[in-house]
């Protein structure tokens, strides 16, 4: 008996694509220079970081809330810095360590006040305040200086190229 055959016009559609395949193309496109490679990295980077300053914070509210958010803050952002010179924009070479520092550090300091500021308005408007809704608002308020530290990392603070004249 003759076996029918189907006509495929469109082989890619006969196979379904692997779970394999889907996971090398978002780490190529995490992998990549362009500013969308970047900005994945750097929100990655500030997940990690973000769980940092989380842990640290908890461990630390028996000092109160103000000291736990700077110790935990100094630290996360450190970590934040270094790994976004390494890793997000890939500056190892290129940029010292107190530089990447200075430079992310002085915007962090404008996050520091907001959260802060954030955390005090908290704190005295609301009579028991937990754990959680604290992290929430310092992750929710970290967010947005963080699109700022992007912003000026990726655009204000990088080495002026070269022209090629």
């Known amino acids: ?7 495929v016009t ?17 780490a190529a496109r995490v992998r990549g ?18 769980l940092v300053y989380a842990a640290l914070f908890v461990a630390l509210t028996a000092l109160g809330y103000l000291p736990a958010h700077l110790i935990a803050t100094a630290a996360s952002t450190a ?4 790994l976004h010179r390494r890793l997000t924009f890939r500056a190892g070479e290129r940029v010292h360590w107190f530089t990447a520092q200075w430079e992310a550090g ?4 404008i996050g520091l006040f907001a959260t802060s500021a954030a955390l005090g308005v908290l704190d005295s408007t609301v009579d028991s305040v937990s754990v959680v809704i604290q992290v929430a ?3 929710t308020v970290t967010g ?6 992007f912003i000026a990392l990726r655009w204000i603070f990088r080495a002026p190229v070269a022209d090629a004249a």
Do not use: H, Y
């Open 1 to 7: 008996m003759p076996v029918e055959r189907s006509v």
């Open 10 to 26: 469109c082989p890619s559609l006969s196979r379904r694509p692997a779970l394999g395949d889907a996971f090398g193309t978002v």
């Open 33 to 50: 220079e362009d500013t969308l490679g970047q900005f994945a990295r750097f929100v990655l980077v500030g997940g990690a970081t973000t």
């Open 79 to 82: 970590l934040a810095n270094e």
């Open 106 to 109: 002085g915007i962090t300091v």
């Open 137 to 139: 608002l310092v992750v």
């Open 144 to 149: 947005l200086i963080g699109l700022m530290r």
